[in-house]
């Protein structure tokens, strides 16, 4: 495995804080908080990728289709 690349991110301190805690109550360290909290949006990406690749020869239905619908229905 490569080493790891440093980076400079600017958190809300807020957000920095709750990550220092969970960091220390997991026992892990803020780095390994931040890689596994970006790896899990990463990893949700692909899967929408795949979601969406897979239904890529289903057809369609134009939004504004979708509107209309939903204004005939009374809904909007």
Known sequence: MASPARATVYLNPKVYRAAKVKAAASD?????V???ALLLMLKEDALDTDA???????PSRP???VLKALKRDGLL
């Open 28 to 32: 892990r360290s803020l780095s390994e």
């Open 34 to 36: 931040v890689n596994a």
């Open 52 to 58: 969406f690749d897979g239904r890529r020869r289903e």
């Open 63 to 65: 939004f504004e289709a």
